[in-house]
């Protein structure tokens, strides 16, 4: 009797790809914003600047311990914040609107970005 491969799905691996690439994007967004070099980050987090490299273009997939690494020592925040752009501190400090609707469904970001448009009339308008 033949033992059947387990093997992803393909749409599992292309869904995979997906969340890498995501996630890379938002490595390197937050290490913009932040003004750091891929040798400090990698730093903290204690990774080579190849392998940080590696992950923020989307060709590798970090551990787990990696993930959390990345969040809490690369970049002081939650992995929440890093996976999906969501913080529950947003009063404690200002944060940009993008990274408040990241993760968000299509229809919700339009919906706030359209009430911040009105807000913003109503206050010139007000003046």
Do not use: C
Not at 60 to 67: A, N, R, V
Not at 78 to 105: H, N, T, W, Y
């Amino acid at each position: 009797m033949e033992r059947a491969h387990l093997r992803s799905p393909p749409m599992a691996k292309g869904a995979a790809r997906i969340v890498q690439h995501r996630l890379g994007a938002r490595m390197q967004a937050l290490r913009a914003d932040r003004d750091l070099t891929q040798e400090v980050v990698a730093d903290r987090i204690g990774i080579s600047q190849k392998y940080l490299s590696e992950l923020e273009r989307g060709q590798k997939s970090p551990s787990w311990e990696t993930l959390v690494a990345i969040a809490h020592k690369g970049f002081d925040i939650k992995l929440a914040s890093l996976m999906f752009g969501i913080d529950e501190d947003i009063g404690a400090e200002a944060k940009q609107l993008s990274d408040v609707l990241a993760g968000r469904p299509k229809e919700a970001r339009y919906d706030v970005l359209r009430a911040v448009e009105l807000l913003l009339r109503a206050g010139e308008v007000s003046k």
